[in-house]
């Protein structure tokens, strides 16, 4: 069965709740799981007569104690007296803590209706459960008389999360497994396709019930939760952070609208290999590296195209159908050299044999996976490449590497030795939230005639606007990005990338 998408609500009054029951359908939820706890009056006949009467939507009333996580302090009878009083007027889910959940069942003493389904969860606010220990609980839930089980815990590795989702394949009763916090999103995400009976998503960001909750509309527009199944395959982007990737949005977009039948995901991971050996399996088809795993990503590849092994970064990973093995290459250098070169050019044209930016000084701030595509990118077209950092054993390394000259970011701030050259800045100086910094002085942009950021949020950094007052003509990351991401499309999918489609979706997502 499809896995239901249910919307919580915390709000503090039962109007309230009443009002966003109404909203959470129009959004698609399936369901909404009433918070009781979180009410600041709670009068039990009346409000659950009011909030069950017409409901627009079917629901899980959860009335969660503070030694469960939730905001409720006083003594259990009167809780249970509330829920089994919300089973008689009809609730359709009623949830249980484990803790009490035998003391819950001899209190109904056999008076629980037909029609509703309880649901009898655990939480553990520290860390993931083993495998064993994750089998043993669900074991416990369904012996106590579950129908539906219902495990959550708090991610403290993003590999959490597989053995979650080996329990509930594996599971033989309905169950509701997630991974709370940002490790564990894809949790949340990827309900369906591993079988779990429903996933959370909350009407508005900052109405969450549990850390790491996406919203509904997330869920429904950006993920396209309501199509994944079983066989969709999964790719997505490595990075930390993660969270203001627009890949999800931009990817999962260009699959609908060729039909290809995957979803695009943030992963937030800390340790690379650990990732890649715990998602092995072919369902996991493909992954975009960003910062700071580029470089890590060349050591875990089985085989790196040339050129990315030359910049010593992988951004693109795929995983090869035919034998498992992971192929690395690197769309980075692609995207941005054509980026800049066009923005010298003053348009997009493709031709032309002779790069425009043959002969030219090309400076690189920063040394890192981006740095070095940038650098090495330059070379090739034939420029003069200086690599500029703060730690300038980084720069010399680097510059050493491909025949360049190193300098320190403080030198760079007078370094002018002609005019009409070319700045690229690599570092995430200027990124959100950090959007008044600057990775070089104002008064130093003069000699520039072209100045790029590989930061697209916000998309005109700092630098940039600095850079165009100056008088310098300015090529923003998003050009990078969309050149990129477009080169990744290709590689996951093997299909054209929908160039007009990856373009719009970008302008409108960078407002």
């Known amino acids: 069965m499809a896995t239901l998408l249910c919307a919580p609500l915390v709000a503090k009054t ?33 409000d659950l007569e009011l909030l069950l009467k017409g409901r627009p939507l079917p629901v899980l009333i959860t009335y969660r104690p503070k030694w469960e996580g939730g905001q409720y302090e006083g003594d259990d009878t009167r809780r249970f007296e509330a829920l089994r009083l919300a089973m008689e007027l009809g609730a359709e889910y009623v949830d249980i803590e484990l803790k009490v959940a035998e003391e819950f069942i001899k209190f109904l003493s056999g008076g629980k209706p037909d029609h509703c389904k309880l649901i009898v969860s655990s939480h553990n606010y520290e860390s993931t459960p083993t495998s064993d220990d994750l089998g043993n609980l669900v074991a416990r839930i369904q012996a106590v008389g579950a129908d539906i089980v219902k495990i959550a815990a708090v991610g403290v590795d993003i590999t ?9 394949v594996h599971c033989q009763v309905p169950m509701i497994g997630l991974i709370m916090g940002e490790r564990g999103l894809i949790s949340r995400l990827l309900c369906p396709k591993f079988g779990g009976y429903l996933t959370f998503g909350s009407l508005d960001a900052g109405k969450e019930s549990a850390p790491g909750q996406p919203t509904l509309t997330d869920l429904l527009n950006v993920y396209n939760i309501k199509n994944l199944r079983p066989d969709t395959k999964v790719v997505g982007i490595i990075g930390k952070p993660v969270g203001h990737s627009k890949s999800p949005v931009l990817h999962n977009a260009a699959f609908q609208s060729v039909g290809f039948n995957a979803v695009y995901v943030p992963f937030l991971v800390d340790d690379l290999p650990s990732f890649l050996k715990v998602y092995s399996s072919p369902d996991f088809a493909g992954f975009s590296c960003t910062i700071p795993h580029k470089e890590a990503a060349v050591v875990c590849c089985d085989e790196v195209d040339p050129i990315a092994k030359a910049i010593g970064a992988v951004n693109t990973i795929v995983k090869r159908p035919s034998d498992g093995k992971l192929i690395g290459y690197n769309t980075d250098y692609v995207g941005a050299i054509s980026a800049i070169e066009d923005g010298i050019r003053g348009s997009r044209v493709k031709d032309s044999s002779i790069s425009p930016l043959a002969g030219k000084l090309f400076v690189v701030i920063g040394a890192g996976g981006a740095g070095k595509a940038l650098a090495y990118g330059a070379k090739e077209k034939g420029a003069r490449v200086i690599i500029a950092n703060r730690t300038y054993e980084r720069a010399r390394e680097l510059a050493s590497l491909i025949g360049a000259e190193a300098l320190t970011l403080a030198q760079l701030e007078n370094f002018r030795p002609e005019d009409g050259m070319i700045l690229a800045n690599t570092t995430s100086i200027g990124m959100h939230p950090k959007v008044d910094e600057s990775p070089i002085p104002k008064h130093a942009l003069g000699s520039y005639a072209v100045v790029f950021d590989a930061v697209y949020t916000p998309k005109v950094t700092r630098l940039l606007r600095e850079a165009e007052e100056s008088g310098a003509t300015i090529v923003s990351g998003l050009e990078m990005f969309i050149r990129q991401a477009m080169g990744q499309f290709e590689l996951f999918t093997g299909l054209p990338a929908p160039e007009s489609l990856f373009r719009e979706i970008v302008a409108k997502n960078s407002s």
Do not use: N, T, W, Y
Request: glycine share 4%.
């Open 14 to 46: 039962v109007d309230q709740m009443v009002r966003e029951m109404a909203v959470a359908k129009g959004l698609g939820a399936d369901l909404v799981e009433i918070r009781l706890d979180h009410l600041s009056v709670f009068r039990p006949r009346e």
């Open 160 to 168: 959490d999360v597989a053995r979650m989702f080996q329990v509930i």
